[in-house]
Structure formats: C-alpha cells, structure tokens
C-alpha cells in the first residue's frame, strides 16, 4: 500500500500492516513509533522520524479499507440495519430461544466510567486570552470515525442532561477534551455501549444516556449495577426517563462487592457485576498511547481494542467461561450441603426459612439507623419544651416582682386599679395553673436528669450511629471515628476510644464492643453473632448457586445453537454468493 495517493514512493506490504494490528491489540503499549523502530533495526535502517508518520498515514488507510469490507460484508449478510450490531454482541445474553423458562433480568449488565483513556485538548498558540475556552487547533483533516458501539443515538441525550458550568469545566478538566470513557457491559463482559466523557468527570447524564439506549434496544426487564446505584436510583427516578424505567421494569442494582450485596438479590444468580472494573483493567494498558493523539485516532483506537476484544477474547472463551461458572457453582452447593447443617446444629436451628427472617430484620434494622428512636426523639423534645418553661417560669418571676405600681400621684380611680390587679391575678392563676399541669418532671427528678444526658449525649449518639453505616458500608473507613469533636471523651462513663490497630483485626460485627453503645444494642440481635453471619451468608450463596446453574442451562443451550445457527447461515449465504461475486463469498467464508 503506498504513502501517498499522488507520486507514491514508499509502500508497505499489508502483512506488516496487520501484523502490527494484531500486535498492538494484543499488546496496546505497542505504538507505531516503536514498531517502525523494530522493522528498521531488522532491516539494518537508521529511523528517522518520517517513516512513522508514514506508517501512520498507511495504517489509517489500511483500517479505512478493513471497515469499508466489513460493511459490504454486513450488508450482503443482511446486517446492517440499526442497532443489529447492539442487538446480537453476546449471545447467551441475547439469542433467545422459543420455550424458554423466563428469568429474572432479561439481560443484565454493568456500566462504569474511566479516566485513564484521557485524550489532552490541543488548543490555538496565538490566542491572548486564559479565561475561556480558546479554539482547538485540530488539523481539519476530513477524517471522522463512526462505529455501532459508539454514540449515535445517545448524543441527544447528552445535549439535553448537559449542565456542567463551564467555570468548574476550565477549573478541574481544563486540559482535556475527552475525559475518559463510559461504558456498559454485559455479565459476560462482551462491551455493549462506548460514551465519550467530554471535558466532565462522570457525570449522570452518561448512565442516563446509557440506559436511554438499551431500554430502546431491549426493552423489559433490564438490571443495571452501577457503583453508586443507591443515589443513582434516585436521580433515574426524577429524571423524563424515569417513567420508561418503571414501566419497562428497569431495575437499578446496588454495586457493593465488599460485602456482597450482590448475593442477596435474587435472580442475579453468582454475577458480582462487576465486569467493567475487569475490562477497564485491560483497556488502560492503551493510556500511555492515546493521550496526545487527535479525536480521530482516539476514537479509532478505542473502537478497534474492543471489537477485537469482544471477537477474539470474550467470544473465544465464552465456552469456558460457562464451563468454570458452573462448576464454582456445582463447588459451593456441595460445600453448603456439608457445612450449612453443621452451622444450623450449633445455632439450634431447623428450617432454614429463618434466614430470610434474618435477612429482613436486618434489613429493617439498618434502615432505622437513617433516624433516632421515637420514643427518645419525644422524651428529648419534651425535656428540651420543660426546660424553655423553667426559664419562662423565671421570666415571669422577674417581671412580676418588677410590677410597675402606680404612683400615688398619677389621678387613676380605684376602679381602674382594681381591674388592672384582677387582671395580673388571673393571668397568674392561669400560668400556675398550667406550670402544675404540663409539668411532670423537674429538675430534682431522676428521669429528668437521665433524658437530660440523653439530650447532652445525643452528637454522640449522632457519631456512633453513623459509625455504623460506616461500618455496614466498609469495615476499613471506621478511622473516622477518630476525628476530633466526637465527643467520646465528654462522656458519663468515659467510652472506649475506637483504635485502627484493632479495627485491622476485626471480621464480625460482633467484635466491636463500641457498638453496644448504640441505641439499639446490635451484639444482641440473633443475626449478628460470626456464626449466624457465617451460616447467612452460606445460605443465600447456595440460593444464588442454584439460581447460576438454572442461568447456566439456558445459557448453554443458547450458545450451543447459536453456533450452529451462525455456521449454517454463513455457508448459506457463501454459496449464494458464490456465483455473483467469488471474491465475497471468500470474505464471508474467513468472516
């Protein structure tokens, strides 16, 4: 293939070109630059800087010509219609067989940002001004990439959830244009949709367009893990998405793998959802090479990593994928139907419905840490309205005993003060009246005094309360309950002071003594003791177990026949080609 289109005079051969394809896909670090520098020690060549760029210009020509074969090959195949590529990228998620039991989640996917793949904004020398957004100096090339992972149908989405002030834009991404990248992948980490994070960080309006999309594609029954899920939820239920949401039964999951919260959701089976930070682990290696290069390469770049990805390492081994779930689940059915009987013996146990109980009280439990008790929350409020009424009380006092008396000088009728004193009287008898009746505690009482101390404890109580959302989130943030102003120290009996030496060596909620200071003593509760956690968490594993193998029997079958399926009509299609165009039905052949 030659350099230039006008008086070529350097070619190169098309084996060189896909060799370093394939190698800088296999191995992303791989740039051009280093590569020419390779050829050219073999060659005994001195380098010089023009025989990349010559390279590069081959190199975009010799992708131009694979893409312009993939879609003549994708019409002929009758592939090219909207959206046909999102449709059919993972079969055992999407090739649906006729009498198929129905499941949970239709399809079930994880989405994510990344700000590795950062691409840094070129912008004009000659501008004066460092205020604003100057004008990028991109060569106006003509080139402009376009793929089915990529954007189209979620750019109207982005306009409209785009509310980012440009202050904030200059200030924390001024540098770049292209942020990173958001993604949606499916549980068997085939790549569904690719965003581009533009001059953001990851911002809603990405999952927004990402769920947008999919809902549009696929329809009912969709769960989504995202690693904020809780608070996304909510943005999803407010957004003019949310309504689509509710009636397609699109179901937000909570990403917490620190402690599974995945295993208590039913119908998601063994999946963590967790395939994004999986696939993101193999695409920063492209980072170093893609940080100065122009939007076309960026996205060329990107577009090719995961297509290869999805072709020759998801799809590849899909079969044993499927193969090594189904047997981690086979390994924990027969490891729960040993110890999960030994575990319910020591805990006195004989049904095992007593789990779900569990599960709900805690559940319950933990929601009400979000509040303080009632009947705390009123004694407080009580002591704190008899308190304001003492000191009314005092008020009251001092002005009755500054009563202005009427001088005898000043020409007032006895009538007028003997009105006037009737007056002050029965006000008075009213305010006793209804000290006596509204006060059933004073100041000397013992119940007074101990709401009195729950009142002066209760920041503490705020702190440990929180403390304990900490702990339920993520047992390795409790340092902050060393922060200064905590109140441990002002207390009556002093509190134990909570030690990070100590917190390293604690698995169970049960090991924190600190926690017995709480509102609700949570060492008491039957579900929170090592072996009760030890045998819940066994349980609703091996329901999770049973719930992969059934995901996993479909899941098989649906390969199983889509492989058939996919080879018979491949062979179809090339010997009906065949006769018009030889060299096509050669292209499908290889496809």
């Known amino acids: ?143 402009q990439f376009t793929s089915d992972r990529c954007r189209e149908s979620c750019l109207s989405w982005l306009v409209v959830l785009w509310v980012e002030s440009l202050s904030r834009i200059l200030k924390v991404w001024g540098i770049y244009n292209e942020t990173g990248i958001f993604m949606a992948v499916c549980c068997h980490r085939f790549v569904l949709l690719v965003a581009d994070m533009v001059q953001s960080g990851e911002l809603a309006k990405y999952p927004l367009a990402v769920i947008a999309k999919l809902l549009d594609v696929f329809r009912k029954q969709l769960g989504s893990g995202y690693d904020i899920g809780c608070q996304f939820k909510t943005t999803l239920k407010n957004s003019s998405l949310g309504p689509l949401a509710r009636s397609l ?170 009105r006037d004193t009737r007056k002050a009287e029965t006000a008075r008898c009213h305010a006793v009246e209804d000290h006596k009746r509204n006060s059933k505690l004073t100041p000397e009482d013992s119940d007074w005094q101990r709401v009195g101390r729950l009142v002066a404890h209760r920041k503490y109580q705020h702190a440990l309360d929180h403390l304990k959302g900490l702990i339920v989130a993520c047992i390795f943030e409790l340092m902050r309950m060393n922060q200064a102003a905590t109140g441990e120290f002002a207390m009556h009996p002093p509190r134990k002071t909570l030690k990070w030496d100590e917190v390293v060596e604690y698995v169970f909620l049960a090991d924190f003594d600190l926690l017995c200071d709480m509102h609700a003593d949570v060492s008491q509760w039957p579900w929170a003791s090592p072996v009760a956690c030890r045998a819940m968490d066994l349980y609703f594993k091996m329901c999770r177990a049973r719930e992969e193998i059934q995901h996993l029997n479909m899941e098989v079958w649906r390969l199983v026949t889509y492989i058939r399926d996919e080879d018979k009509y491949l062979r179809a299609c090339e010997d009906q080609l065949k006769a018009v165009s030889p060299t096509l039905a050669h292209q499908v052949a290889i496809h």
């Not at 098309?14 to 740039?31: I, K, M, N, Q, W």
Request: glycine residues 2%; aromatic residues 10%.
């Open 249 to 418: 039964q699109h179901t937000c999951l909570v990403l917490v793998p620190a402690f599974s919260l995945t295993m208590y959701i039913k119908g998601l089976g063994l999946e963590d959802l967790e395939t994004c930070e999986r696939t993101f682990s193999k695409s920063n290696s492209l980072a170093s090479a893609l940080c100065y290069v122009s939007v076309f390469h960026w996205q060329q770049a990107i577009d090719c990593y995961f297509e290869h990805n999805n072709d020759f390492e998801v799809y590849a081994n899909l079969s044993n994928f499927l193969y090594c779930n189904y047997k981690q689940a086979l390994d924990i059915l027969n490891d729960g139907n040993t110890t999960l009987p030994k575990l319910m013996q020591d805990l006195r146990l004989t049904d095992k419905s007593i789990f779900e109980c569990w599960l709900e009280e805690e559940k319950t439990y933990l929601q009400g840490l979000t509040r303080e008790p009632e009947d705390e929350t009123l004694q407080m409020e009580y002591w704190q309205k008899l308190v304001n009424f003492t000191a009314s009380k005092e008020a009251l006092k001092a002005a009755m005993e500054a009563f202005q008396v009427y001088s005898h000088h000043e020409a007032v009728s006895y009538d007028v003060h003997m």
């Open 1 to 143: 293939m030659p350099c230039s289109p006008i008086s070529p005079t350097v070619g190169i051969t098309t084996e060189a070109l896909d060799l370093y394809r394939v190698a800088h896909l296999r191995s992303p670090h791989l740039s051009i630059q280093a590569f020419v520098k390779t050829v050219c020690d073999l060659h005994g060549v001195e380098f010089h800087r023009h025989l990349s760029r010559q390279f590069s210009i081959v190199f975009d020509s010799y992708l131009q010509i694979r893409r312009s074969v993939a879609a003549i090959i994708a019409e002929s195949l009758q592939r090219n219609s909207p959206d046909w590529q999102l449709k059919h990228t993972c079969p055992t998620c999407t090739y649906e067989l006729t009498d198929e039991e129905a499941l949970t989640f239709r399809l079930l996917y994880s989405m994510d940002g990344n700000d590795s793949l950062k691409r840094v904004l070129r912008r004009s020398l000659d501008h004066d001004t460092d205020d604003s957004l100057v004008p990028s100096s991109e060569v106006p090339t003509g080139q």
